[in-house]
């Protein structure tokens, strides 16, 4: 990808996040709660921030992902971000991942984001099936992604190890079809 794609919605602005984003960041995801099912401990510092930002640059220079900063319309500040990541191009597959700034919860903004990378990726990146690897306890971002037609394939008994444990994941899945037909029966 030369240049970055810029997504627009109804509400939001989905755009690259940039070293001037640290701020922003640092400030949601030092959230306990945000962090709760994220898999790295609540940032510290702007240091982690940055380190953030370094690691969306480098899954997309190495073609392995991509991430971007969701933002509301006519406001520049990052509420959260979204975007894909292990990319496996040779099966045509990808994980999804999303977070979103705790004051914005239960809008409907991680959905209408999530949609709309969903959308981009069936069409433009090539993709046959999008993942979404899930915790358990994670109910409301399972029935976000149930909400747009992900199916939950069965559960990935210590898949992780994060924050000194062992997580347990559900794996849910939308392929282009499910999805295609989703989106003509809402037309």
Known sequence: MDTFPVLETKRLVLRKVTKEDANSILNYLSDEEVMKY?????????????????????????????????????????????????????????????ELTREHWGKGIAAEAV???????????????????????????????EKLGFLREGLLRNYEFTCGKFDDLYMYSLLKQDFDKIKTSQA
């Open 38 to 98: 994220y898999g790295l401990e609540p940032f510290k510092s702007i240091d982690d921030a940055l380190d953030e930002i370094a690691w969306y640059q480098s899954i997309q220079v190495n073609s392995t992902g991509i991430r971007w900063g969701i933002t509301l319309k006519e406001q520049e500040i990052v509420i959260g971000s979204c975007g894909f990541h292990n990319i496996t191009s040779q099966h045509f597959r990808a994980e999804i991942g999303f």
């Open 115 to 145: 949609e709309a990378i969903i959308s981009y990726g069936y069409q433009h990146m090539n993709f046959q099936r999008i993942e979404a690897l899930i915790e358990p306890l994670n109910l409301s971002s399972q029935k976000l992604v």
